[in-house]
């Protein structure tokens, strides 16, 4: 028997996936926040936090840029029409903007890197993607030391107090 949804169980803003290992795989040197060109049972599907951008990554193709890999899972009460889990999905960015990606992924070793998608204050949906160059093994090791050291002083700091 089919769960029934709760009008409380609906995101109407805030996050709604995060892409967690984009800081720790990538070097993110801007951050854009970018509208999304959504389908109907997409936006329904998101709402209700069915998304995936760990592996999601910018695209150009004639002269704009597309979202590409980005997981939406399908929305259960779709009726007959439905979309496409895994499709490229267009940013709504500004031109000056969409010009600077461009220009910066058509350097080698730089990516557009999926940060967070989540809903603004007006209810529209936003992903905040990052111009990121990879990071090496051992550039990894250093964030993960640097990172563990900065959580030990913590703990001593208030331990002491």
Do not use: C
């Amino acid at each position: 028997m089919p769960v029934k949804k709760v009008k409380s169980d609906f995101i109407s803003s805030g996050l709604v996936a995060q892409n967690r290992r984009a800081s720790f795989d990538y070097y993110i040197s801007e951050k854009y926040v970018a509208g999304l060109e959504l389908s109907g049972t997409e936006v329904k599907s998101l709402r209700l936090g069915h998304a995936n951008i760990t592996d999601a990554f910018g695209v150009e193709k004639n002269g704009e840029i597309y979202i590409s890999n980005m997981f939406i899972a399908e929305y259960a009460d779709k009726g007959y029409s439905g979309h496409t889990e895994k499709r490229d999905r267009k940013l709504l960015l500004k031109k000056k903007e969409v010009n600077d990606i461009i220009a910066s992924i058509a350097k080698k070793g730089t990516t557009l890197v999926a940060i967070r998608l989540f809903f603004n204050e007006r209810g529209r949906a936003k992903i905040e993607v990052g111009l990121g160059v990879g990071k090496k093994l051992y550039d990894k090791r250093e964030t993960e030391k640097t990172r563990d050291w900065n959580r030990e002083k913590s703990r001593v700091m208030t331990r002491y107090s």
